[in-house]
């Protein structure tokens, strides 16, 4: 892959064109790269109160009694984005759906029990546990290379 970056004071915000014959996986990754790498935060509902949580603080997301709740290590905040929203924009580096109803942050796992049959319990930093549905965890193990 070729880069060329042209400077140009007449220009005022950054422009990016990607010139190639067909869309590969690279493309395809570096254009997602760009998409999520403008989200830093997200807002939730806690109390009444509208509050910016930082995307690095996520531990997870799930849905509990139609709410999607946006978990971090010391707090639990309502969103009003739905899960498939979330998805979109997370790094998906970092982020992986392991449920219908639970998107998590890598970074914030403990540890991985892979001892129930057909399931993985994930273990968080903060303490909290969840389960990957077995519809999922093929899809975890490959992201994580297990």
Do not use: W
């Not at 709410?67 to 982020?95: A, G, H, M, P, W």
């Amino acid at each position: 892959m070729e880069i060329e970056i042209k400077l140009d004071e007449s220009m005022t915000t950054p422009k990016l064109i990607i010139i190639t014959d067909k869309i590969t996986d690279e493309v395809s990754e570096i254009i997602e790269r760009i998409k999520v790498s403008g989200k830093e935060i997200v807002s939730g509902e806690k109390g009444g109160i509208i509050e910016m949580i930082k995307v690095r603080d996520i531990v997870r997301i799930y849905s509990e009694n139609k709410k999607n709740i946006i978990r971090t290590e010391n707090n639990i905040y309502v969103s009003r984005q739905r899960l498939y929203e979330f998805e979109d924009f997370l790094d998906k580096r970092y982020f992986i759906r392991i449920s219908n109803s639970e998107i998590i942050n890598l970074h914030m796992v403990k540890n991985l029990d892979l001892s129930i049959s057909g399931t993985i319990c994930v273990k968080f930093l903060n303490g909290d546990t969840t389960f990957a549905s077995r519809r999922y965890v093929a899809k975890l193990k490959k992201t994580l290379e297990l």
